[in-house]
């Protein structure tokens, strides 16, 4: 059974970077062809794709969030990470880590979820 865990502050002051940790037990992150994304949901709003990085190290962002979001990885701790520069409180969300399978993206395939962690986004 893979699982997947969000780590990370939960309170990002404005213009900060806003840095996320994912966890992943009960499987590898290098096995081959699954893509680890990140995604978001704000109040009132739906889920956001943010990202991904695949097997072999490969990232793809969303274009919207591209020139403030990177995606890293630590194959050593099975870990992968999130970065979003100059925050605002409009990236207030719940912040998920899942495992994508054969497509990913806003309209991906997901078949594990991290719980979720909120992050407020204020001064």
């Known amino acids: 059974q893979v699982q997947l865990q969000e780590s990370g502050p939960g309170l990002v002051k404005p213009s900060q970077t806003l840095s996320l940790t994912c966890t992943v037990s009960?499987?590898?992150?290098?096995?081959?062809?699954?893509?680890w994304s990140w995604l978001r949901q704000s109040p009132g709003k739906g889920l956001e794709w943010m990202g991904a990085?695949?097997?072999?190290?490969?990232?793809y962002y969303n274009p919207s969030l591209k020139s403030r979001t990177s995606i890293s990885r630590d194959t050593s701790k099975n870990q992968f990470s999130l970065q979003l520069s100059s925050a605002t409180p409009e990236d207030t969300a719940v912040y998920y880590c899942?495992?994508?399978?054969?497509?990913?993206?806003?309209?991906?395939?997901?078949?594990?979820w991290g719980q979720g962690t909120q992050v407020t986004v204020s001064s």
């Open positions: 899942a495992r994508a399978t054969t497509s990913w993206g806003p309209s991906g395939e997901y078949d594990y």
């Open positions: 009960g499987g590898s992150i290098t096995t081959s062809y699954y893509a």
């Open positions: 990085i695949d097997y072999d190290g490969s990232t």
